[in-house]
């Protein structure tokens, strides 16, 4: 059964760069045909899609964010990466990585993050 952990500072000063880091056990993150996802969703709203890392690498990511964002991964250590630029108020959300092959079907606890200075 697969695992993932978000993990990464809760408070960042506006500006700044937002990093975390989904570990992920139970499953490799280079097996065929997955992608792992970041999401977040913002207090009183919906759920937003940030982007995603394929089990070759690739990295794909939602338009209204890719300026600010970059997805990496560790394969020794199974960990796939955020990381999200220029923050300020409006990013405070709940983050949550994902696994996702035919639709979302693990996901992260999620962590709080608040933009405050």
């Known amino acids: 059964q697969v695992q993932l952990q978000e993990s990464g500072p809760g408070l960042v000063n506006p500006s700044q760069t937002l990093s975390l880091t989904c570990t992920v056990s139970g499953d490799s993150i280079t097996t065929d045909y997955y992608y792992w996802n970041w999401i977040r969703q913002a207090p009183g709203k919906g759920l937003e899609w940030i982007g995603y890392?394929?089990?070759?690498?690739?990295?794909y990511y939602n338009p209204s964010l890719k300026s600010r964002t970059s997805i990496s991964r560790d394969t020794s250590n199974n960990q796939f990466s955020l990381q999200l630029s220029s923050m300020t108020p409006e990013d405070t959300a709940v983050y949550y990585c994902?696994?996702?092959?035919?639709?979302?079907?693990?996901w992260g606890q999620g962590t709080q993050v608040t933009v405050s200075s």
């Open positions: 890392i394929t089990s070759s690498g690739s990295t």
């Open positions: 994902a696994r996702e092959k035919y639709g979302i079907d693990s």
